[in-house]
Structures are given as structure tokens and as C-alpha cells.
């Protein structure tokens, strides 16, 4: 834990750490811990504060990622996750400060099932380098981080249980508000920004009362409050934490301190069995504490944390060559009354074959992701935007040159261009290093103002309800465009409103 190596020393919440000086004249501290570990009888309980330690404690080297079991491309982090996880890193532009720099706090993705802190490029510091500090976060995952169980909300000060992923991704807030001028962070600069699932989680937290004050700006990278079928209620998620215990034949009575004495690892995967792999609101639930109401609600009634929100999604996010029959079944269920309207766009009325789009791809590429990404997207971007705040919308529509085929504009196919993490052997074309200098440009001004819009780029319109404008990465760089998808999405949010009805 003591560091004998020399480096920069600071002071935060719990004692001394050493981190790195960089060769381009910052500082990296990694591994720091936010919260105490969650072992024993704290797991499944709100983040505890950190135990102080004595003399200079190590910050050289990333912790291990929460426990998880293997997604297939999540195989780096599984050997040696573990419970003891709740730890973040700090990048810093410039060392020693000279002065108070924007923050970016980065939630990373996997289905809150999967994934570290370790990505999102914080080795790369190519947004640092734009005058960033940045932070990556761990936070529990799974089974262990979301699950509810009425004895659980029992024990809690708070009647709730579940959702302790997210009150990690608070506390970890919550120590950057305290410690980050150390590094040179404004903590009153301070954006939330994530990708896939912690999209979602960054959607999430713009609708918890414990996240007020916490960040001024947002970004959402493919994902929104409604991904998923938003969160799950707390009695659907309550009889899932049943199923679980009874899965690892827990007495219904004392299920949790059995429960306690499981090895993670066993958690993860009677959990997996129980659910039948069911990621309904990507494990997260309205607990009546971290999330007061449903999401959806609260965006549609306009009472999301009043912050500039940067949105967006990749043009063909999922999906595949899915049979039409199968995708026209899929869009009856899932639609009722408004499914004919939907097969009419999709063109697949009457058993037909369906619309291929030269962008979007053929219907069981457009289906997915309109209805899983794009148009939860879009909804959220109205409802926002509807309610007086500042939104800016992008879609992702070039193809990334690591990935061929369609891949090239699926699912995370921008965070090469956001962090320039491109591995050396991926050949870059002009046109790439231009869309990825505008979209770092945007990101970090994004960060700095909240206002994407700066020198020497196109300038991004914020988004309306009537035109909903939003800035297309395409083969020719950033080019505005107005009403994504519109039709599609309308039913979309037709059919949303009658749901949350």
C-alpha cells in the first residue's frame, strides 16, 4: 500500500497518495479508493466512507474491476475482479495546477453487469490533453450492486434496497466535489458523461434528488432512461432478489445473511439463473430513495436535473439479419394498437420483406435500434428539451475503420474517435482524424461551457422539440441535420406515453 517509487503526493479523503508524473507535463493517479470496500456485512449497503491509512499510499496502478462474470468481451477484468472494487482514477492536464480546469467523471458501460474504470482512454489522455481532468469510476455490478430484497429495505435507514451501483456512482461524485481542486479540478465544472449502460446510469442520475448539486453537464453516449424498459418497479425487483435466494436455497426468513456468506462469484451466476438473463432497466429499480419515481415519468413531467445534455446514438446500434416474420412479431408485441403504423415504416405489412435503408440498414438492424437506443434517445432529448433546458443531440454515422461491415456504426463504434484509443495496427484515414478532432473539440468544449459549439468546428444547434436538430458524424464530418428518424420515433413515444400512462 506504502509507494517507495518517487511521484507527485497529494492529500484527499483518507490520507497521502503518490501518483505519476506524465511525459506531457501532468499527473495520473489511479486505484483511490472513494469508498470503503464492500465486503462482509456491507455488501448490499450504501457506500460507507473510506478508512484512513497511514503514511503514502500507492496510486500508480489500476484496481481490479468489480466482480463479473465473463460477457466475452469483457475477458481483461474477469480473472481478477473482486468484491473490494470501489475505486476511481484521476487524470490531471498540468502538474503541479496552475489553474481550475474543467472535470469530466466517466461512468462506463457493460449492462451494469460488466466493464472497469481502466477504459474510456484515461491512459491516452487524449480529452486531457484538451485541458480536462478526468475521472473513471468503478461501481458494483450485477447482483451485487442491484440487488433488492425486502429484508434488505428492512435494515435500510431509507425503507429501500437495490441500486447501490448507482449510490456508488454518487459517492464517487460526492468525493470528486470534495477532493478534485487537489488535482486542479473546478468542482463546479464538473460533467457526468458515460457510454451504453452508463448512459443510462448518467439518464438515471439526472432524475435522483441524491445527485442534485453534483454535476452541472451531462452526456449520454448511447443511452437513455427508457433503454431497457427504463427501471424496473421495486416489487419486480424485489420477487427477482426472492428468486435469487431461493435459487442458493436461502431460508425466506434470514435469506440475507446467508446471503452475505456466498462468494461473489456464486452470486453472479444464481442471479443470472433466477432472472432467465433478464436486464430489464439494466438491473436498476424504483426504490423510492436513489429513484424516487420511474424515470420516464420524471423526464416526461420535466423534472430532470436542470443541466446541458449532449445526446446521441450510433445509426445502426444492433441487430442483424433477423427474419422479417420475426421482426414483424417482435414490433406487434411490443406496439398493440400502434403496431400497424410501425410495420407501415418498417415495411413489413402483410408479410413483406421490409425496407432496407442505405444508412440504417434493413429492418432488423432499424427495429433494435430505434427501438433500444435511437428513439429512447430522442425521447429523452424532447423531454428535456421541452422542459427549458439545454440539449444537443449527435448521431454517430460513419464507419469506424477497426470494424467492417456494419459494425462500423454499431454499438460503442465512437469511443475511438471521443478518446483515440485505436489500437496501432488500425490505419486511420484523413476523414477519421477529422471527425475525431471534432468530436474531442465538441466533447471538451461541451465540458468547459456547456456548449459543445467552438472555434473552427460547424456549429452544433441546440436541439428543439419542433425541429429537433442534431449534428451527424458522417463520412464528410460533423453536417446538420433536423428530425432524426421522426416518424419512427414518434411512434416510439406515442406508444411510451401510453405505457407511463
Known sequence: MCAAQTGPVVTVTGGQIRGIATPDGGAAYKGIPYARPPLGELRWREPQPVAAWTGVRDATAFSVACTQLSE??????????????????????????????????????????????????????????????????????????????????????HHASGNYGLMDQIAALQWVRKNIATFGGDADRVTVAGQSAGAMDVSLLMTSPLARGLFRGAIAESGAVSVFQGSRTRGEAEELGRKLAAELKMPDGDAIAGLRL?????????????????????????????????????FAAGGGLAVPLTIGSTAQEI??????????????????????????????????????????????????????????VIAEAVAHAAAGHLTYQYGFDHGAPDRPGNHGMGHSA???????????????????????????????NFVRTGDPNGEGLPRWPSFSVKEREYVAFTDDGAVVKAGLRREFCEVFMEHLAAVGK
Open 72 to 157: 466475452g468481451w469483457n475477458m481483461r477484468y474477469v480473472p481478477s475482479s473482486a468484491e473490494d472494487c470501489l475505486y476511481l482514477n484521476v487524470a490531471a492536464p498540468a502538474w503541479p495546477p496552475t489553474a481550475k480546469v474543467p472535470v469530466m467523471v466517466w461512468i462506463h458501460g457493460g449492462s451494469n453487469t460488466a466493464g472497469s474504470g481502466e477504459a474510456a482512454g484515461f491512459d491516452q489522455r487524449t480529452l486531457v490533453r484538451r485541458g480536462l481532468v478526468l475521472v473513471t469510476i468503478n461501481y458494483r455490478l450485477g447482483a451485487l450492486g442491484f440487488l433488492a430484497h425486502p429484508a434488505l429495505a428492512r435494515e435500510s435507514a
Open 319 to 376: 441487430g442483424g439479419d433477423e427474419p422479417a416474420a420475426k421482426i414483424a412479431s417482435a414490433i406487434q408485441k411490443a406496439y398493440g394498437g400502434l403496431a400497424d403504423r410501425a410495420l407501415a415504416l418498417y415495411g413489413l405489412v402483410g408479410g413483406g420483406e421490409g425496407k432496407a435503408d442505405p444508412l440504417y440498414g434493413g429492418p432488423g438492424v432499424q427495429w433494435p435500434t430505434d427501438e433500444v437506443f435511437r428513439c429512447p
Open 414 to 444: 465512437e469511443l475511438n474517435y471521443v478518446f483515440g484509443t485505436w489500437g496501432s495496427d488500425v490505419q486511420l484515414a484523413p476523414i477519421d482524424r477529422r471527425i475525431a478532432d471534432q468530436m474531442q473539440s465538441y466533447w471538451a
Open 262 to 298: 456466498v462468494p461473489p462469484v456464486e452470486i453472479l451466476e444464481a442471479a443470472k439463473r433466477a432472472t432467465g438473463g433478464d436486464r430489464t432497466g439494466l438491473e436498476t429499480s424504483v426504490d423510492g430513495w436513489v429513484l424516487p419515481k420511474r424515470p420516464t415519468e420524471i
